[in-house]
Each structure stands twice: as structure tokens, then as C-alpha cells.
């Protein structure tokens, strides 16, 4: 067993903080990696030491993998946590971090590099009995014949990237005519966002649920699943709501899910935090779409319905521990809703925002987390995904959670930058989100800017009405009267709406 004394967190904002805080907790010393357009963020400040790696690009900083093994060893530190994105799921960067003598906190290169292929992981999940959108196996090689299957399988179907996510390299084809265009752009854009241009052909579930499985292993064999997250609610293809546990499956599909998740793990020999993604389709009928090789950003779901904290639990498995949890340990308690603060317009297509937090207060109170890397002052920069933060709540139940979301929403208050904040309560209060009856398809079924913008403006007017009567009462200086709207603080995208007015 090894010990880690010293861990250098090869990432930036809040998973950075949310890593340095457990580390803290278990007595750990921690190091900050920052380019200079985040030299002034609270994660550099957290750190035990913190050390500048290069200029605001992320090429040129957060993915040195060089520098950072440099920084690693002149500071005699012990292990790497990766976080997510950047060189989370980078293969050789794990495999220099593990030949440098350093310990990388996640799983080994060669899982990473199976898992980081869709058709090598589908390949490696078929040792077992998991089910899988009917497609083809390897990379299209032949277009005639990748038609034949098409027809086949029948149409529509989606052409997918064999490397990468986010949606890119992935396009719909609803019929054959379409095919050559749709996949060469699929092609295209997978060579230019991934470097690989192998793309697969799957059916395509028009109306499908986007339905995940956390899971843990260890490093003698031993791997357990934490139950589902709900992400069904995204834009572009990426996520921006998340729940757990899901209300869309029953116990029996949920315990199926399970056992396919740790399979999927076994298959390459998985160790560490991961997520095994599903789809599940409007009869109910699961399917393996892929395996997320690190700490998920809608992990705080399920720390709040298990009470485990993952970070805790890598960090343990990374130096070598057996589990000390088992599947028998663990069972889901209350409910959690996470949305994704990002500095975007959805009125605008949800184009990102930049710009400085000229107001930035967060929201507090029973069973609210928030999960954040800046402060009131500091500049979104334009380099980087554009998540301002994660807001969490949880509640006994669904209703009360969503209860609890709406409220914490309220009281957030950012001014500066537009945030998917007004998005999010849209969707909490939309009757399909609170009935369950929703699928990925929402954003493009339920929702138009038009029906935002009016809101906000509503909002907005009614606000004007509030203030004009505070004005008015205070003329009367003689009542020594507090009126209530006094005290009353408008959330900032309200403000935002009214001077737009």
C-alpha cells in the first residue's frame, strides 16, 4: 500500500477547490497549477503551494503534461488528480505520470484507452451480456456497405466518432440520400476536433433518456455501482441539469443497470471513480452507450443520496486500498438536483458570455451546496469551458428538492454576465421536467427563447411596479414605516432584464 502525502490537482476552478477540500480533510498537502489568466482565482489562494505554468491558452498551461510532471517532481509530490476535462482521460499523459514514479489518481492508461474509443469499449462490454444499440462493431471502412447495414437497421440512424464526446462527430441520417453528405461531416469534424476520423453507425432512439451509473473499483478486483444519475436535460448534446436517483426506471431496470455498469468495469479492468452511460428508450429498454474514465461534474448528486465523497474514495484507491464499501452498504436516501451555472444566453442559443461578476452572491440555506470557482470582481475568461458553478440541493424528495432548487435560484445573484440560471428555473417549473415525462429532446421540444425573454420581462415589470412603490413610501418620512420591499433583493438576471427594458 502507498501513501500519499502530497497531491497536485492538474486542473483549474471548481473541481480543483472540490479536490483541495477533501485532500485537506484527510490531511493531505496540495498544489495549485495556474496559467496567468487564473492567477487570481480562489483554488490558486486554497493551495498549500501554487506554481504558474504558462500563458491563458490551455495549450500552452493546463495541458503541459510536461511542466506539470516538472512541477510534480521539484515539489517532491507524491500523487495527481486529474479532476475532469483537460488531461483527465488522456492516456499518455497517465502513462508519463505512472513512468515518472508518480501516482495518477484515476484508472490505468490501458482502461483509459479502451474506454476512450466507443467501438473498443463496445467491443470489450461485448465479453458480457450488456445490451448494445444495434450498429456496426468497427469503424466504417466501406460506404457501400455501411449503407447495406443502415438499411438493415433501419432509419434513422446516427452516425458517431469512435474518439471524443460532446457531440461533436456526430450526426442524424433520416434516410439514405442523406448519407454520403451527413458523413462527411461527421468525418470532419471528428478529425478536427479529435484527430481521428473513425467514425460507427447506431440506430437511433428518437425519444431517449440519458441515464448514467456511478461506480467505484478498487485495485484487487473488488468494484461496486453507487446507482444512476438522471441527465436528460442538455443542450448541444452536453448536459446543463442532472438528478439522482432517476424517476424514469423501475428497481428491477435499476439493479440491471448496476450489474452491466460493473461489468463494463471488469471488462478492462477498471479501477477508481467511473461512469457507465445507458440510454434508455420510451419502452423501456436500456442500452450501453459508454464509459466516462474519471470524476464526473454531476458527481455531487450522489455523494448527497449516498453520503460517500468520491474524491475520498479515489484517493483511497489510488493508494491501493481494497474498498471498504460494499454494494450491501449502500442504498439511495432522499433526492439531488444539480444545474449547470454557465456563463451562456439561452435566450441568445445559449451562446457563451464573457465579461467581469460585478455581483456574485451565492445562495445558502438548508440542503443547498454550491460548488464554485470565482468571485465577485473576477473576469469569465474566454479560454475555458464557461461554468460558473454548480448548484446542488437536496431534499427528502423530488418535489422538495425542486422546491428547494426554484428557491436557491431566486436567491442567486450574479450581475455582468448572462448565466442559464433563467433556463434552469424555467425547467424546474415546466410541467414535463416535474411530471418526468421528458427526454433529451427537451430543450428542442419545450423550449424557445421567446418564452424565456417574456418571462424575464414580466419578471422585470413587476420588479419596476415594487420599486416605484418603495420610492414612493419612502417620500413619507414621517411613518417610520419599513416596507418589505426595502429589504427585498431582486435575483440578478431580473436587474439584467430591467435595464433592458
Given at each position: 500500500m502507498r501513501?500519499?502525502?502530497?497531491?497536485?490537482?492538474?486542473?483549474?476552478?471548481?473541481?480543483?477547490?472540490?479536490?483541495?477540500?477533501?485532500?485537506r480533510e484527510m490531511n493531505i498537502a496540495t498544489v495549485a497549477v495556474f496559467s496567468e489568466a487564473d492567477r487570481k482565482s480562489p483554488h490558486v489562494r486554497y493551495a498549500d503551494e501554487a506554481v504558474c505554468i504558462g500563458p491563458a491558452p490551455s495549450s500552452d498551461s493546463y495541458l503541459r503534461g510536461d511542466k506539470i510532471i516538472q512541477v510534480c517532481k521539484d515539489l517532491h509530490v507524491d500523487a495527481i488528480h486529474p479532476g475532469y476535462g483537460f488531461l483527465s482521460e488522456n492516456a499518455a499523459f497517465a502513462k508519463m505520470v505512472q513512468e515518472a514514479g508518480i501516482i495518477f489518481i484515476g484508472p490505468s492508461p490501458e482502461a483509459i484507452e479502451i474506454?476512450?474509443?466507443?467501438?473498443?469499449?463496445?467491443q470489450a462490454a461485448g465479453q458480457y451480456n450488456i445490451p448494445m444499440v444495434p450498429g456496426t462493431e468497427t469503424a466504417i471502412t466501406d460506404r457501400k456497405d455501411a449503407k447495406t447495414r443502415a438499411s438493415e437497421i433501419g432509419y434513422p440512424i446516427l452516425i458517431k466518432a469512435s474518439a471524443g464526446g460532446g457531440g461533436k462527430g456526430m450526426r442524424v441520417v433520416d434516410n439514405?440520400?442523406?448519407?454520403?453528405?451527413?458523413?462527411?461531416?461527421?468525418?470532419?469534424?471528428?478529425?478536427?476536433?479529435?484527430?481521428?476520423?473513425?467514425?460507427?453507425?447506431?440506430?437511433?432512439?428518437t425519444s431517449p433518456k440519458h441515464i448514467e451509473i456511478q461506480i467505484l473499483g478498487d485495485q484487487h478486483g473488488n468494484v461496486i455501482h453507487l446507482f444512476e444519475r438522471e441527465c436528460s436535460i442538455q443542450r448541444r448534446h452536453q448536459k446543463v441539469i442532472e438528478e439522482a436517483p432517476s424517476i424514469s426506471i423501475t428497481n428491477e431496470t435499476r439493479a440491471e443497470m448496476g450489474r452491466c455498469a460493473i461489468d463494463v468495469a471488469k471488462s478492462c479492468g477498471y479501477y477508481g471513480a467511473g461512469t457507465v452511460e445507458f440510454i434508455l428508450d420510451e419502452q423501456g429498454n436500456f442500452y450501453f452507450l459508454e464509459m466516462n474514465t474519471r470524476l464526473q461534474v454531476e458527481h455531487p448528486v450522489t455523494e448527497q443520496i449516498t453520503g460517500v465523497d468520491l474524491v475520498k474514495q479515489m484517493?483511497?484507491?489510488?493508494?491501493?486500498?481494497p474498498l471498504t464499501l460494499k454494494q450491501s452498504d449502500l442504498s439511495i436516501k432522499g433526492h439531488a438536483i444539480e444545474v449547470r451555472v454557465y456563463a451562456e444566453d439561452?435566450?441568445?442559443?445559449?451562446?457563451?458570455?464573457?465579461?467581469?461578476?460585478?455581483?456574485?452572491?451565492?445562495?445558502?440555506?438548508?440542503?443547498?451546496?454550491?460548488?464554485?470557482?470565482?468571485?465577485?470582481?473576477?473576469?469569465?475568461?474566454?479560454?475555458?469551458?464557461?461554468?460558473?458553478?454548480?448548484?446542488?440541493?437536496?431534499?427528502?424528495?423530488?418535489?422538495?428538492?425542486?422546491?428547494?432548487?426554484?428557491?436557491?435560484?431566486?436567491?442567486?445573484?450574479?450581475?455582468?454576465?448572462?448565466?442559464?440560471?433563467?433556463?434552469?428555473?424555467?425547467?424546474?417549473?415546466?410541467?414535463?421536467?416535474?411530471?418526468?415525462?421528458f427526454d433529451t429532446n427537451f430543450v428542442s421540444t419545450h423550449f424557445q427563447s421567446e418564452m424565456l425573454i417574456g418571462e424575464i420581462k414580466?419578471?422585470?415589470?413587476?420588479?419596476?411596479?415594487?420599486?416605484?412603490?418603495?420610492?414612493?413610501?419612502?417620500?413619507?418620512?414621517?411613518?417610520?414605516?419599513?416596507?418589505a420591499c426595502e429589504n427585498k433583493k431582486p435575483s440578478s438576471w431580473k436587474l439584467r432584464s430591467l435595464r433592458n427594458l
Open positions: 501513501s500519499i502525502q502530497k497531491i497536485l490537482v492538474a486542473n483549474r476552478g471548481e473541481i480543483a477547490l472540490r479536490i483541495m477540500r477533501t485532500a474506454m476512450g474509443s466507443k467501438l473498443a469499449a463496445k439514405e440520400a442523406d448519407f454520403d453528405e451527413q458523413m462527411d461531416r461527421a468525418v470532419s469534424e471528428a478529425q478536427t476536433s479529435f484527430g481521428d476520423g473513425s467514425v460507427f453507425i447506431e440506430k437511433y432512439i484517493i483511497f484507491i489510488a493508494e491501493e486500498r439561452a435566450a441568445n442559443n445559449f451562446l457563451p458570455d464573457v465579461g467581469k461578476l460585478h455581483t456574485y452572491i451565492k445562495p445558502d440555506g438548508n440542503g443547498v451546496r454550491v460548488d464554485d470557482g470565482f468571485e465577485q470582481g473576477m473576469d469569465i475568461p474566454i479560454y475555458y469551458d464557461p461554468m460558473i458553478a454548480k448548484l446542488i440541493t437536496y431534499g427528502a424528495d423530488r418535489e422538495e428538492t425542486i422546491q428547494k432548487m426554484t428557491r436557491a435560484i431566486d436567491e442567486y445573484q450574479i450581475s455582468g454576465v448572462q448565466t442559464t440560471l433563467p433556463f434552469c428555473k424555467f425547467v424546474m417549473t415546466h410541467p414535463a421536467f416535474v411530471s418526468g415525462e414580466e419578471d422585470a415589470l413587476k420588479l419596476a411596479a415594487i420599486m416605484s412603490a418603495h420610492l414612493l413610501r419612502k417620500t413619507d418620512q414621517g411613518t417610520g414605516i419599513v416596507t
